[in-house]
Nanobody
Protein backbone atom coordinates (compact mmCIF):
# COMPACT_ATOMS: atom_id res chain seq x y z
CA UNK A 1 0.00 0.00 0.00
CA UNK A 2 1.13 3.58 -0.66
CA UNK A 3 -0.07 6.53 1.38
CA UNK A 4 -0.40 10.20 0.53
CA UNK A 5 -1.16 12.78 3.19
CA UNK A 6 -2.73 16.11 2.32
CA UNK A 7 -4.68 18.97 3.82
CA UNK A 8 -1.99 20.83 5.70
CA UNK A 9 -1.67 24.58 5.60
CA UNK A 10 -1.47 27.77 7.59
CA UNK A 11 -4.15 28.40 10.19
CA UNK A 12 -4.57 30.78 13.10
CA UNK A 13 -4.59 29.53 16.67
CA UNK A 14 -8.02 28.24 17.56
CA UNK A 15 -8.74 27.26 13.98
CA UNK A 16 -9.35 23.90 12.38
CA UNK A 17 -7.92 21.75 9.62
CA UNK A 18 -8.74 18.32 8.26
CA UNK A 19 -5.92 16.14 7.06
CA UNK A 20 -6.50 13.30 4.65
CA UNK A 21 -4.50 10.14 4.08
CA UNK A 22 -5.29 8.46 0.78
CA UNK A 23 -4.22 4.87 0.21
CA UNK A 24 -3.48 3.22 -3.10
CA UNK A 25 -2.20 -0.12 -4.21
CA UNK A 26 -4.10 -2.17 -1.67
CA UNK A 27 -7.34 -1.81 0.21
CA UNK A 28 -6.97 0.33 3.30
CA UNK A 29 -9.21 -1.99 5.31
CA UNK A 30 -6.26 -4.35 5.74
CA UNK A 31 -4.43 -1.77 7.83
CA UNK A 32 -4.61 0.30 10.95
CA UNK A 33 -3.74 3.91 10.18
CA UNK A 34 -1.74 6.12 12.49
CA UNK A 35 -0.99 9.81 12.43
CA UNK A 36 2.32 11.12 13.70
CA UNK A 37 3.93 14.53 13.68
CA UNK A 38 7.41 15.95 13.75
CA UNK A 39 8.22 19.51 14.71
CA UNK A 40 11.56 21.12 13.80
CA UNK A 41 14.30 19.81 16.03
CA UNK A 42 12.07 17.26 17.69
CA UNK A 43 11.48 13.57 17.32
CA UNK A 44 8.49 12.16 15.53
CA UNK A 45 5.63 11.66 17.96
CA UNK A 46 2.40 9.74 18.00
CA UNK A 47 -0.84 11.65 17.50
CA UNK A 48 -3.62 9.14 16.91
CA UNK A 49 -4.39 5.73 15.46
CA UNK A 50 -7.51 3.99 14.20
CA UNK A 51 -7.94 0.27 13.73
CA UNK A 52 -8.89 -1.37 10.45
CA UNK A 53 -12.65 -1.18 11.05
CA UNK A 54 -12.75 2.27 12.59
CA UNK A 55 -14.25 1.05 15.85
CA UNK A 56 -11.11 1.45 17.93
CA UNK A 57 -9.09 4.63 18.28
CA UNK A 58 -6.29 5.87 20.46
CA UNK A 59 -5.01 9.41 21.00
CA UNK A 60 -2.02 11.12 22.47
CA UNK A 61 -2.95 13.00 25.63
CA UNK A 62 -2.09 16.35 24.11
CA UNK A 63 -4.75 16.03 21.39
CA UNK A 64 -7.59 14.42 23.30
CA UNK A 65 -10.74 16.44 22.90
CA UNK A 66 -9.28 18.45 20.02
CA UNK A 67 -8.47 15.94 17.26
CA UNK A 68 -10.63 13.18 15.82
CA UNK A 69 -9.31 10.35 13.69
CA UNK A 70 -11.68 8.60 11.30
CA UNK A 71 -11.63 6.53 8.15
CA UNK A 72 -13.73 5.66 5.14
CA UNK A 73 -12.60 2.29 3.86
CA UNK A 74 -14.84 2.51 0.82
CA UNK A 75 -12.96 5.65 -0.17
CA UNK A 76 -9.59 4.24 0.91
CA UNK A 77 -9.01 7.36 2.98
CA UNK A 78 -8.35 8.19 6.61
CA UNK A 79 -8.76 11.59 8.19
CA UNK A 80 -7.52 13.65 11.07
CA UNK A 81 -9.89 16.44 12.04
CA UNK A 82 -7.96 18.98 14.06
CA UNK A 83 -9.72 21.68 16.06
CA UNK A 84 -8.70 24.27 18.63
CA UNK A 85 -5.26 24.29 17.07
CA UNK A 86 -2.35 25.72 19.05
CA UNK A 87 0.99 27.06 17.85
CA UNK A 88 2.63 24.01 19.42
CA UNK A 89 0.70 21.82 16.98
CA UNK A 90 2.91 23.18 14.20
CA UNK A 91 4.66 20.22 12.60
CA UNK A 92 4.84 17.99 9.58
CA UNK A 93 2.08 15.43 9.94
CA UNK A 94 2.54 11.93 8.60
CA UNK A 95 0.13 9.07 8.16
CA UNK A 96 1.36 5.51 8.44
CA UNK A 97 -0.03 2.02 8.01
CA UNK A 98 0.41 -1.23 9.88
CA UNK A 99 -1.22 -4.58 9.18
CA UNK A 100 -4.59 -4.99 10.88
CA UNK A 101 -3.41 -7.97 12.91
CA UNK A 102 -1.02 -5.74 14.89
CA UNK A 103 -3.72 -3.70 16.58
CA UNK A 104 -3.26 0.02 17.19
CA UNK A 105 0.32 0.68 18.21
CA UNK A 106 1.64 4.11 19.17
CA UNK A 107 5.27 3.48 18.34
CA UNK A 108 6.44 4.93 15.07
CA UNK A 109 8.99 2.14 14.69
CA UNK A 110 6.17 -0.39 14.43
CA UNK A 111 4.72 1.04 11.23
CA UNK A 112 5.61 -0.40 7.84
CA UNK A 113 4.45 2.23 5.41
CA UNK A 114 4.60 6.02 5.59
CA UNK A 115 3.14 8.84 3.58
CA UNK A 116 5.21 11.84 2.58
CA UNK A 117 3.93 14.28 5.23
CA UNK A 118 1.94 17.48 5.11
CA UNK A 119 2.95 20.68 6.88
CA UNK A 120 0.64 22.26 9.42
CA UNK A 121 1.54 25.73 10.63
CA UNK A 122 -0.46 27.35 13.41
CA UNK A 123 0.11 31.06 13.91
CA UNK A 124 -0.45 32.81 17.23
Amino acid sequence: VQLQASGGGLVQAGGSLRLSCAASGRTMSSYAIGWFRQAPGKEREFVAVINWSGYSTKYADFVKGRFIISRNNAANTAYLQMSSLKPEDTAVYYCAAIGAAWGTPAGAYEYDVWGQGTLVTVSS
